[in-house]
């Protein structure tokens, strides 16, 4: 299983070289209305945390940017689907891999069926509008803009055509990263988690196809909270999956629009919080619940001692009833001196079938 672990990160490296240098593209035209998804066959726009490139020893370079700006119709919750806009017909964006040095290169093409113009604001970078004027493609239009990442951290990309609340709030989301340059100390397993609200006219749990709302958005009393663009999207499939013993590291990002979050994994305690995303900032040690503001990030990182599922939440538990809810799956021996249910049969439940 760990020689897995190791395999996966590896072939994503290579496929990152290979798409040379670091490009992040989707593949596919966007004229045909099927390939966007109906609301009788909503496209699946959640992107998986374990989506994103592996760590890299190298020297500053040119990495180029691929965004598609694209609006399809996703699946939402069991028997609704929503009007997304995405990068790359995910939610959310590609993650973005750098480091300090670097030179992007951002090239953004809107589809040419979009309703809207789109564009993308970099957190990361250091430039009027981060992009975001630079970038405003109409549709079928294409923009292109460079920067240099000055300062490592992990940072907030997002949507920037106004209504910019609607936008975020219809999906125009993601993360880059921008490594120190000796890196991040090394973990087992890496994944990639972002919070969002949806404000749907309908009230939360209706079905069919949803439609937004502006008055709610003007309000932010969004219906639908969610990771990864979906109710309860990081579940069943999309669980994030780990082995006791590993150390795992979530970059954790808050698109929102609006609402901040008190990010807590039910059962584990962050060793290590690089809070609001600064790496020259020495982290917080022994956390349980962190706050991150909408248009910013953390990165967390955890040993998995006791294996059963931990849920990820934001700790304002409304929310969780209303589609944010995430779990973690971790496999392996149990650790009875750490965390013991003598009388529940509690430890039956999991993998582990060796004597103590
Ligand atoms: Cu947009």
Redesign the pocket.
Known sequence: MRARNRLLPALAAILMLVTSAGAVSAAGSHDHPEENGTATAPLDIVRKATDLPAWESRAPQTITIDLE?VEVTGALADGASYHY?TFNRKVPGPFVRARVGDTIKVSLHNASDSS?P??VDFHAATGPGGGGVATHAEAGETREFSFRTLKPGLYVYH?A?PSVAQ?ISNG?YGLILVEPEEGLPPVDREFYVMQGELYTAEAFGTQGNLQGSVEKLGAEQPEYYVFNGAAEALTGNNALVAETGETIRIYFGVGGPNKDSSFHVIGEIFDRVYQLGSFVTPPMLDVGTISVPPGSAAVVDMTLEVPGEFILVDHALSRAERGLLGKLVVTGKEQRDIFDVPDLGLNETHTDKEPH
């Open positions: 700006t806009w809207e789109h564009s949507c055509v936008h125009m």
